[in-house]
T-cell receptor, first 116, second 113 residues
Framework: EADIYQTPRYLVIGTGKKITLECSQTMGHDKMYWYQQDPGMELHLIHY???????EKGDLSSESTVSRIRTEHFPLTLESARPSHTSQYLCASSEYGADGPTDTQYFGPGTRLTVL | GDSVTQMEGPVTLSEEAFLTINCTYTATGYPSLFWYVQYPGEGLQLLLK?????DKGSNKGFEATYRKETTSFHLEKGSVQVSDSAVYFCALSFYNQGGKLIFGQGTELSVKP
């Protein structure tokens, strides 16, 4: 079982607030990812990191930002939340080569964000 | 671009019925293929995977075979249980592209007693 944690699990906030979604993993994985899951269930990659001080934008444009100062920690920040940010956010990590040529990702339980 | 297409849900079955969830992909090259499952209120868990053509992934009674000729990776289970109720995602990745996953839209399965 993977050890990847997300806090908070649920968050309801007002428009304009700054928020940070936390993601931590204890597996020492180099790669970490943030996905946004819309109400229709589709998953979209919004940010990823290949290691400390490495961050890249994903396939779906997002107003959020990320940082990777420590291997185990990959927080996501919204400077000014809006109702359009209401979604579920899933964090994942992987270790290249752990399963040979494949690259299995391990997911956290998710943070369900509601912006009023 | 690369993409994954799954059969639309929701799929409703009776306990012990046979399950098939279709998945086809479009990709330049030969990706690795995955099935992930998401139980209510939880994150995704890897169900099974296959790395090359004709590989069969299997886990918990679920199976899927990597079919290069039809670019498909259909998920099957011979006898579903109520506990299999969840959302199932088909996905692909290329290891030389950092392992980023491209997901299908998900198929919700509901199994009734």
């Amino acid at each position: 079982e993977a050890d990847i944690y997300q806090t908070p699990r649920y968050l309801v906030i007002g428009t304009g607030k700054k928020i940070t979604l936390e993601c931590s993993q204890t597996m020492g994985h180099d790669k970490m990812y943030w996905y946004q899951q819309d109400p229709g269930m589709e998953l979209h990659l919004i940010h990823y990191s290949y290691g400390v001080n490495s961050t890249e934008k994903g396939d779906l444009s997002s107003e959020s930002t990320v940082s990777r100062i420590r291997t185990e920690h990959f927080p996501l920040t919204l400077e000014s939340a809006r109702p359009s940010h209401t979604s579920q956010y899933l964090c994942a990590s992987s270790e290249y080569g752990a399963d040979g040529p494949t690259d299995t990702q391990y997911f956290g339980p998710g943070t369900r964000l509601t912006v009023l | 671009g690369d993409s994954v297409t799954q059969m639309e849900g929701p799929v409703t079955l009776s306990e012990e019925a046979f399950l098939t969830i279709n998945c086809t992909y479009t990709a330049t090259g030969y990706p690795s293929l995955f099935w992930y499952v998401q139980y209510p209120g939880e994150g995704l868990q890897l169900l099974l995977k296959a790395t090359k053509a004709d590989d069969k992934g299997s886990n918990k009674g679920f199976e899927a075979t990597y079919r290069k000729e039809t670019t498909s990776f259909h998920l099957e289970k011979g006898s579903v249980q109520v506990s299999d109720s969840a959302v199932y995602f088909c996905a692909l990745s290329f290891y030389n592209q950092g392992g980023k996953l491209i997901f299908g839209q998900g198929t919700e399965l509901s199994v009734k007693p």
